[in-house]
């Protein structure tokens, strides 16, 4: 957590609590097989925007207090109980749909969908007033997953297969606010193959339930018996975290910046083929064990590790390189920079501008270029492939970035945002948190966030303000509660680069107009 001038410690940030929620994946009978049907959510959702995603969502005190009421309204496994009636009160309010009493599914009324809309009691009352009929509905769990470690919220999720039967079941949007501006329905192979070809996203727990399905459609034959054989044995646990193809994400638990408590590693390149390891900053027992593990199992006997990547020399993305080696051997490539802050006997290579990695897949050949965007630390480089840019620390989706003014550059951390934008990659893979499937919007956000405070500390000197202190106060009297330290680092970070820049010189204690 070098990032972090000397003396300024940070709250530690627990992990988030687990809240049961609900997912649900309606299936139809059509030509070639059956279909699944999926929204693609909008681009101004907080939570996986421009996915495409199945109808759901959180378990509500409402549907606790109607499992409680009503034990005898659905005869499902006790487990699930909750989780069914979030999922049926979702159905409803999200697309529309609901059970028509005799094991068919059904467009419910407007005034009904209004209700439920409105008010998430609204569903009870329609199904207590007889204007919803819940009698013969049949569904199946077939899988549970729980959000990653990185996630902002924590969710254990149940998704649920529902069949709708032949053609003729049409979801709607909701009056009002709505999570998706579209539907299409699917055939899981055509859905997994779009996926694969970078076309659209999916959430990760989506992509694995995915290849599950198809899988099982392989060798059983068609849909419904692939989730019957599912729901007789559901998978949970822990699941590969993959939001683009030939992106895996390992989240490892290090000592970095709040709110993140882990440190984004990437498995770069397909199963079966040519890979590299990216920041494997694990540390801890806990962490070396769980990258031990994730490595065993995304590696195949085709399977070759190229090297270690770093993107930076910062201690949250470095680990314990020893004890590294001990799971798997690799060349360690990083810049000059980085790799002067590494100690170890294992070969090394130097990475630089335009220097580019090709790995061989049973696909093909994927190609990584390096750029260096070195800002937020001397040395940072980025990789820049078809499905997206490994960032490093250049940004994150939750918090925020820090350019140290002990070794950071606001000039060239801007500049640096600035090019990653122009790539106008289709994703970004941050060294913290969750990736961004709207990279432009974020980084658009950072860079105007930075520029305007980097014009704020200008125009605080230009005033006539000139000690540290009073500058930091001045340019930061927009944000409060920011960390009078960390408020205070930033504007030093500011002024080092406008003195660089000729715009400000320092002088007498303080900072004056140039």
């Known amino acids: 957590m070098s990032e972090l001038p000397e003396g300024v ?16 994946m309606l299936s ?3 030509k070639g097989g ?38 005898d309204w659905l005869m499902v496994d006790e487990k699930y109980r909750t989780a069914t009636f979030a999922l049926l009160r979702e159905m409803a309010e999200e697309v529309g749909l609901s059970p028509d009493g005799k094991g068919g599914i059904v467009s419910i009324d407007e005034d009904t969908r209004e209700g439920v809309c409105a008010d998430k009691g ?66 899981p192979q055509d859905l997994l193959s779009a996926w694969e070809g970078n076309l659209l996203r999916i959430p990760p727990p989506i992509v694995t339930l995915l290849r599950d399905i198809v899988e099982r459609i392989g060798d059983e034959g068609d849909l419904q018996t692939a989730c019957d054989d599912l729901s007789a044995d559901p998978p949970s646990g822990d699941h590969r975290i993959e939001f683009a193809p030939g992106v895996e994400v390992i989240p490892l638990e290090t000592d970095t910046l709040p709110p993140s408590t882990h440190t984004n590693c990437y498995i770069i390149g397909e199963p079966g083929g040519e890979v590299v390891i990216v920041d494997p900053a694990a540390k801890s027992e ?12 995304a590696m195949s006997p085709d399977s070759r590790i190229v090297a270690s990547i770093f993107t930076h020399r910062h201690p949250d993305h470095i ?19 980085t790799l002067g802050a590494i100690s170890t006997d294992i070969g090394v290579s130097k990475l630089e501008e335009g220097d580019t990695i090709e790995l061989n897949g049973p696909s093909g050949v994927s190609t990584w270029e390096v750029i ?41 951390y801007i500049s640096g945002l600035m090019r990653i934008r122009d790539l106008a990659p289709p994703m970004l ?53 920011a960390h009078p330290l960390l408020s205070r680092d930033q504007t030093l970070s500011h002024l080092r680069s406008l003195e660089s820049s000729g715009k400000v010189e320092a002088r007498d204690n303080g900072y004056y107009p140039a």
Not at 55 to 67: A, L, N, R, T, W
Not at 159 to 170: K, N, S, Y
Not at 446 to 463: C, F, G, K, P, W
Request: hydrophobic share 35%; with cysteine.
């Open 9 to 24: 410690s940070l709250p530690s940030v627990g992990s988030p609590v687990i809240r049961p929620s609900a997912s649900v």
């Open 28 to 30: 139809r009978e059509a």
């Open 34 to 71: 059956h279909e699944i049907l999926l929204g693609h959510r909008v681009s101004e959702l907080p939570s996986f925007p421009d996915f495409w995603s199945f109808p759901g969502g959180g378990v509500s005190d409402v549907d606790k207090e109607v499992s409680k009421d009503h034990p």
């Open 122 to 187: 609204g569903w009870r009352k329609s199904v207590e007033s007889g204007n919803v009929s819940i009698e013969n509905f049949h569904c199946e769990m077939i899988t549970d997953r729980t959000t990653p470690p990185f996630a902002p919220m924590g969710f254990q999720n149940f998704f649920f297969h529902v069949p709708t039967g032949l053609p003729g079941v049409i979801p709607t949007f909701p009056p009002g606010r709505t999570e998706f501006d579209e539907f299409r329905w699917w055939k």
């Open 286 to 297: 806990e962490s070396l064990n769980y990258l031990k593990a994730k490595i065993s199992e």
């Open 319 to 337: 680990g314990d390189l020893a004890r590294i080696s001990e799971i798997y051997q690799a060349p360690i490539w990083a810049s000059e920079e």
């Open 372 to 412: 260096e965007t070195p800002g937020h630390c001397p040395g940072h480089i980025c990789l820049v492939g078809e499905a997206g840019v490994v960032s490093g620390d250049n940004c994150v989706v939750v918090g925020t970035i820090l350019v140290p003014s002990s070794d950071g550059d606001m000039d060239s």
């Open 429 to 481: 893979f941050p060294g913290h948190g969750p990736a961004s499937p709207n990279p432009r919007r974020l980084l658009d956000r950072y860079i105007e966030h930075r520029s305007s405070r980097h014009e704020r500390v200008l125009n605080a000197v230009s005033s006539g303000i000139s000690s540290l202190e009073d500058i930091a106060r001045s340019a930061y009297g927009d944000t409060p509660d």
